[in-house]
């Protein structure tokens, strides 16, 4: 009988945010499923130790945004190198926006993209649907359909949904099967055009201004529609200080919302554009050192409920380019783990803590069974060595995209394995 | 978390490229305005010539027209006896697919020593100085909103010329200074001479977020931002500002920020007058104003080609 092998993990420090579990240990796998952690299940016999002594095992981490560039942009990154490079950040479990070419507006398109992700066997894909046929704002798109291909929510990603009507519509549509819908708070009209934080930076650089105000205006609709009808939202990559104050009042009446940030976001502000470094041409926009610290304390306190990657591999001849007309966004895939322990650990939490919010509150706003070590769920772990220092060098990255603002910084806290299902699929 | 190392002047403390104002140590500028000194008397001569760069080939860029801008750079060029090519890119070379920098390095490819860009998007200017070939230089001849450098310099030269001494002076920045890379780079400059006072006016439509955060004093309305001022420095009004939200009408802008007499009147009694060009007569300065004895916006175009020549001089000799 040849079923997958029984691991023990051994001499780990085992976190588990979801048990609350720090504790060294080891973990027990049999049949690709969490057999118990700490105490060995009856009978339980290992075909292979792992030694963990020195390293961490947590679960998996579930990255909220991540783009895999299929179908349509297949010249910026490919399946195959883009989940190579989520198991070599430690992440099993990710959501991919649907601002692909064609976008994910149409059952046939989730399911090979779930099929084509799933034989890579690498880390678990959930796709989120389109929430308007082609992502033009206009008609909703097959929200029963999609969600029976494989949808765990409906985002109308980066593209603007100009009526306020057609987002009413929609939200009452979704809120009649119970779906979540993702949004990115921006008011298309205040934002047109711009591309960095209103403020000193971009009046000195002369760049368009995206103001706070196209944020919080669009969150104050949003929680509005959200009471009005009763849907479930997601609030996509929050960027703001007044934002997340407009958040923590929403959940503090009860409303249904969750929300997250970008890492990029938690640790860069718009002093880092520099003389015009596209790399830091980002959606949203990097913002005030200020709206930064506030982000950072929101998400330790919960009002932010997770952190993602963002994952936007863009190529290089896209960024070289005057900084208006760059390609947004950043390779952060193999960056999430590292940047999530120092914003942790600058803000004095626990790693149970810090993990919490890429691991079982991710998974909690994904509505899937992920991010936790508890006894009779996938084996998805990451084993990471905490003490490890590495230079981020962008050619290193297994991912397609190479641009990081974080190229040549120093981080702490390295992946040495990832196991997904009980099978090991990254090994450094 | 950046370093922010400049692109502009090297460690060695030279001139590599002229981009911005920002950041321009006091002694740089000074240092220009001392050499654009020079040449004004050759432009005075009966030959117009020296021989500073002779044998070197400049490249006026342009990926925004402007025949003015551009002419004052050739000439400055001429003058010190480099060849110039001048290249009229507009927006077809874009649409034909060929990239920013692809552009550059063809023209690089043709042993340019030197190219003076303008461009319609911010930092276009820094991205080329990023990727040519060392010894190639570039001034930023206006990019996007941010900076317009040489224009920012020739002002400077301008107010030492009739004022002697930044450091008791009163300057106002009028109008359009949102949209205005002018207003930007002239800004920058005269923080770092240490003029004490500098103020902008303009209706919040027309100034830039935080734009106090740049030193400066902000004003709406013109007869206070006016009084005791030693230097008014009109901005240009472009047309299309006029059909959007952002104002209501030329006229109404006039009545609100155009410079009267009577309001110069509240300024020093000498007071200079200056205005970037191409001016809007009857938009955001009268008639009377702009050739009146007050005005040196004549001479400001006759101290351009120095300080073109100036800056030239100084990134491309050995």
Redesign the interface.
């Known amino acids: 009988m040849s079923g997958p092998p029984r691991i023990e993990i051994r001499g780990a420090r085992v976190v588990d945010p979801a048990s609350g579990r720090d504790a060294p240990g080891s973990i027990f796998i049999a049949e690709g499923l969490i057999a118990g952690v700490g105490q060995a299940p009856d009978g339980f016999r290992a075909d292979e130790t792992i030694d963990a002594a020195g390293l961490v095992a947590c679960p998996g981490l579930v990255d909220l945004s991540v783009r895999l560039r299929e179908p349509g942009y297949e010249y910026r990154a490919t399946l195959e190198s883009e989940m190579k490079a989520a198991v070599a950040g430690g992440v099993t479990t990710l959501a991919c926006p649907p601002d692909t070419d064609p976008p994910l507006d149409e059952p046939g398109l989730v399911e090979m993209l779930k099929r084509r992700a799933a034989s890579l066997e690498r880390a678990r894909v959930y796709p989120l649907g389109a929430l308007t046929v082609g992502l033009k704002g206009q008609r909703l798109a097959e929200m029963a359909e999609l969600t029976e291909a494989g949808c765990v929510g409906f985002f109308q990603g980066q593209a603007p949904l100009p009526e306020t009507s057609t987002l009413l519509e929609a939200m009452r549509y979704a809120s009649s099967f119970g779906y979540t819908v993702w949004l990115r708070p921006e008011d298309p009209a205040l934002a047109a055009g711009g591309v960095a934080h209103?403020?000193?930076v971009?009046?000195?650089?002369?760049?368009?201004?995206i103001?706070v105000i196209a944020e919080t205006i669009a969150i104050r609709t949003i929680v509005e529609l959200a009471m009005h009808t009763g849907a479930r939202v997601h609030l996509a990559r929050l960027s703001s200080a007044a934002g997340a104050v407009l958040v923590a009042e929403a959940k503090s009446r009860g409303v249904p919302i969750t929300c997250d940030v970008g890492i990029h976001h938690l640790?860069?502000c718009d002093r880092?554009i520099?003389?015009?470094?596209s790399s830091c041409r980002l959606v949203p926009p990097l913002r005030s050192p200020a709206d930064r610290e506030r982000l950072r304390r929101a998400l330790a306190e919960g009002v932010i409920d997770a952190v993602c990657s963002d994952h936007a591999p863009v190529d290089e001849?896209a960024k070289?380019?005057?900084?208006?007309?760059a390609e947004p966004g950043a390779t952060g895939l193999e960056l999430l783990l590292p940047l999530t322990l120092q914003w942790g650990s600058e803000c004095g939490l626990a790693p149970a803590q810090a993990l919490a919010r890429v691991t079982s509150d991710a998974a909690r706003v994904l509505g899937v069974a992920a991010g936790s070590l508890v006894p009779g769920v996938a084996a998805d772990i990451c084993l990471y060595d905490p003490k490890a220092s590495w230079v981020v060098q962008p050619q290193a990255l297994a991912s397609q995209g190479k641009n990081t603002?974080f190229n040549g910084?120093e981080l702490t806290g390295r992946v040495v394995r990832t196991i997904v299902g009980g099978r090991t699929v990254h090994a450094s | 978390m950046n370093p922010r190392r400049s692109l502009q002047v090297g460690p060695d403390g030279k001139l590599r490229h002229l981009l911005t104002t920002e950041g321009l140590p006091a002694e740089m500028i000074r240092h220009i305005l001392d050499t654009a000194d020079q040449f004004v008397s050759v432009s005075e001569r009966e030959v117009k010539k020296v021989p500073v760069l002779r044998g070197k080939s400049i490249f006026n860029v342009f990926f925004e027209n402007s025949t003015r801008t551009r002419t004052t750079f050739e000439i400055a060029a001429k003058r010190l006896s480099a060849d110039v090519i001048n290249l009229n890119v507009g927006a077809s070379s874009t649409s034909k697919g060929e990239t920013l920098l692809d552009t550059v390095y063809n023209l690089q490819a043709m042993d340019a020593d030197m190219f003076v860009v303008r461009h319609s998007q911010s930092g276009a200017p820094h991205l080329i100085a990023r990727h040519v070939k060392p010894g190639v230089a570039v001034i930023n001849a206006g990019d996007g909103r941010h900076a317009h450098p040489t224009q920012g310099l020739l002002d400077m030269y301008t107010i030492r010329h009739y004022k002697k001494d930044f450091s008791a002076l009163t300057v106002a920045i009028v109008g359009d200074v949102l949209h205005s890379r002018v207003a930007r780079s002239q800004i920058f400059a005269l923080k770092t001479l240490g003029v004490p006072d500098l103020r902008v006016i303009g209706p919040k439509t027309l100034l830039p977020a935080e734009v106090e955060r740049l030193g400066v004093r902000v004003f709406q309305d013109m007869s206070a931002g006016l009084k005791g001022c030693d230097v008014v420095i009109m901005l240009r009004l472009q047309n299309e500002r006029m059909n959007g939200a952002l104002l209501p009408s030329a006229g109404e802008f006039f009545k609100c920020y155009g410079l009267t007499a009577q309001k110069l009147a509240l300024a020093k009694p000498d007071a200079i007058v200056m205005h970037p060009g191409p001016m809007n007569r009857g938009v955001e300065i009268d008639s009377t104003v702009a050739d009146g004895r007050q005005s040196v916006i004549l001479p400001q175009v006759t101290f351009g080609i120095a300080v073109r020549m100036a800056v030239m001089s100084m990134l491309g000799a050995p």
């Open positions: 209103e403020g000193e971009a009046t000195r650089l002369g760049l368009a201004p103001p640790h860069l880092d520099g003389e015009f470094d001849d070289q380019v005057p900084f208006a007309e603002p910084y």
